[in-house]
């Protein structure tokens, strides 16, 4: 069972940089858009940026000049580029896939596992 696999979360200072990292963990045929999502404590998971297959980039308003979302799609990756890191921007971040397999139709989507990214005042 292929899963999304992340990493490079942690403990920052506040104005510190973090770089998320997200791909699957085998053999996909292709992948379309991918993305990131956080959920802080009490509040509901939302989206913090998006890359589709071609580049372009979307990203919500509390994170647009400090965050950067990339992909390499050699290596069926996603980063996250998180500069200007604020506590309010602490949660578990999500990455997000749509995923196509060999002899599927259709893409899919799927979840990574999360990574806790905490920011300290």
């Known amino acids: 069972q292929v899963q999304l696999v992340e990493s490079g979360g942690g403990l920052v200072q506040a104005g510190g940089s973090l770089r998320l990292s997200c791909g699957p963990s085998?053999?996909?045929?292709?992948?379309?858009?991918m993305a990131w999502y956080r959920q802080a404590p009490g509040k509901q998971r939302e989206l913090v940026a998006v890359?589709?297959?071609?580049?372009?980039?979307n990203y919500a308003d509390s994170v647009k000049g400090r965050f950067t979302i990339s992909r390499d799609n050699a290596k069926k990756t996603v980063y996250l580029q998180m500069n200007s890191l604020k506590p309010e921007d602490t949660a578990v971040y999500y990455c997000?896939?749509?995923?196509?397999?060999?002899?599927?139709?259709?893409?899919?989507?799927?979840w990574g596992q999360g990574t806790q990214v905490t920011v300290s005042s």
């Open positions: 890359i589709t297959r071609g580049g372009s980039t």
């Open positions: 085998g053999s996909v045929f292709s992948i379309n858009d």
């Open positions: 997000n896939a749509l995923l196509q397999f060999r002899g599927w139709s259709d893409y899919h989507t799927y």
